[in-house]
């Protein structure tokens, strides 16, 4: 007993004086990333995607690279099936492994929501690119949550800009109808208040349609646009309830040109399923689908072996697993900006934050990615985490593959980014949180 407590004592001395543990040595040339996945339920078909083209992004940087700077990247999956309550329970389970968790990538809105409130606590960033709380984007009162490059209010701004210029300018826009057919859950809702804004702004009508989870069953739901005739179709959707909707704009006759999906409804499993009834439907998109894109080829290389054939099998091209490519690629990007800061060493939470509030990537560093012309430059600081110039660009699906249409369509940010400041304001006195200067 008094040799083990000696021993104790001067292991907790040590610690003390260079405050690094056994754990913190033997993980030290690691950089781990956790992947909370759904590759099993109802959000299957969007969820395995996603996780691909983490797995392999990761992959391809050991593999061809070395890791980042020298540090091997680490990363363990976790099966979310989409549930809030089981992503959290992933979340407790990895974000101490390996060394500690850098950063996470929540996928999932409700998820998202959840752990805000641990961010702060954990010291892990919260990287939701493009989901989660859109408040977040103002970063005096979230510290540790990031949502470039663009939130679903600044998407949706965008959607109606499009619009706009289709109708042949904004003021062609009163009297016009738009339907919002959305997923009834934090994810689904998210955009509303941006478009009630804006419909009051422009003057057009707004209808708001919620499909319940799963959102197998949306007859009734089609039967309320068929009779009330809108003009245009958002669709903030997700999993099997996206190709549903689009079986039943068919059904009912709905132009596919004016059917325009959010980028989590502008998927492949999304327009495969309506065969040539889903031509001409469109969606937003904040990335090129394909393999056209440097990295996609090296991933072919490096990862399949140049196995073109395994590749496609893994969803090597499709829209959502080139989400989970570019999702990686941005956060790994941030994690070797805070190696580089820290002089070659392995960052800890607060130093990757730091790097995510000065996180640019221009086209130059676009091109060094192997992603010229894939996706916008993004700019991030402190006072705005979801990024400078945000915007969409309008994807649609020609039956074979999906097409960008027209340049990059810019978000209302007069408008949003007042609305953002006001919710951040309000969850901060919710919160007692007082905001930072930036």
Request: hydrophobic share 40%; with cysteine.
């Amino acid at each position: 007993m008094k040799l083990r407590s000696l021993l104790l004592a001067a292991a907790g001395f040590a610690i003390g004086i260079t405050g690094i543990t056994e754990t913190d040595r033997a993980y030290a040339d690691e950089l781990f990333f956790p992947v909370f996945v759904y590759r099993t339920g109802p959000y299957a078909p969007s969820g395995e995607p996603i996780a691909n083209g983490f797995r392999d992004y990761y992959a391809l940087l050991n593999k061809r690279d070395g890791g980042i700077e020298g540090l091997k990247v680490k990363t363990e999956e976790c099966e979310t099936k989409y549930n809030t309550k089981v992503g959290v329970e992933c979340y407790e389970k990895l974000k101490n492994k390996h060394g500690g968790a850098l950063l996470v990538n929540p996928y999932s809105t409700g998820l998202t929501y959840q752990l805000i409130p641990k961010a702060a606590v954990d010291n892990i960033p919260i990287i939701s690119m493009g989901y989660g709380r859109t408040a977040a984007a103002d970063g005096r009162v979230f510290k540790w949550v990031f949502n470039f490059p663009a939130t679903y209010w600044s998407q949706a701004s965008a959607f109606v800009n499009y619009v706009g210029d289709q109708e042949g300018g904004m003021a062609n826009l009163k009297g016009k109808h738009i339907a919002h057919v959305h997923h009834n859950s934090a994810y689904g809702k998210e955009a509303n208040p941006t478009l009630d804004t804006l419909s009051k702004k422009f003057g057009f009508k707004l209808t708001k349609l919620a499909v319940d989870h799963p959102g197998q069953e949306q007859k009734a739901t089609w039967l309320q646009i068929r009779r009330k005739k809108p003009d245009w179709v958002f669709m903030s959707g997700w999993g099997v309830m996206n190709q549903v909707a689009i079986k039943e704009a068919a059904t009912i006759g709905f132009p596919m040109d004016r059917f325009v999906g959010n980028w989590w409804s502008g998927s492949d499993a999304d327009v495969v399923p309506a065969g040539d009834n889903s031509i001409g439907y469109k969606s937003t998109a904040m990335h090129s689908a394909g393999v056209k894109a440097k990295v996609m080829q090296d991933i072919i290389k490096h990862v399949y072996g140049g196995d073109k054939a395994a590749a496609k099998t893994n969803k090597v091209g499709e829209v959502l697993y080139n989400r989970g490519v570019y999702n990686a690629a941005l956060a790994t990007e941030a994690v070797r900006d805070a190696v580089k800061k820290s002089g070659g060493k392995k960052p800890n939470g607060d130093q990757v934050r730091a790097a995510l509030e000065s996180f640019t990537v221009d086209k130059d560093r676009l091109a060094k990615l192997g992603m010229s012309g894939f996706a916008n430059p993004v700019s991030v600081s402190c006072r705005n985490h979801e990024g400078a110039a945000p915007g969409v660009f309008i994807q649609q699906w020609d039956g074979k593959q999906w097409k960008v249409k027209g340049d990059f369509v810019p978000a209302m940010s007069d408008v949003v980014r007042p609305m953002v400041e006001k919710a951040a304001a309000a969850y901060a006195k919710e919160n007692n949180i007082k905001p930072r200067g930036c």
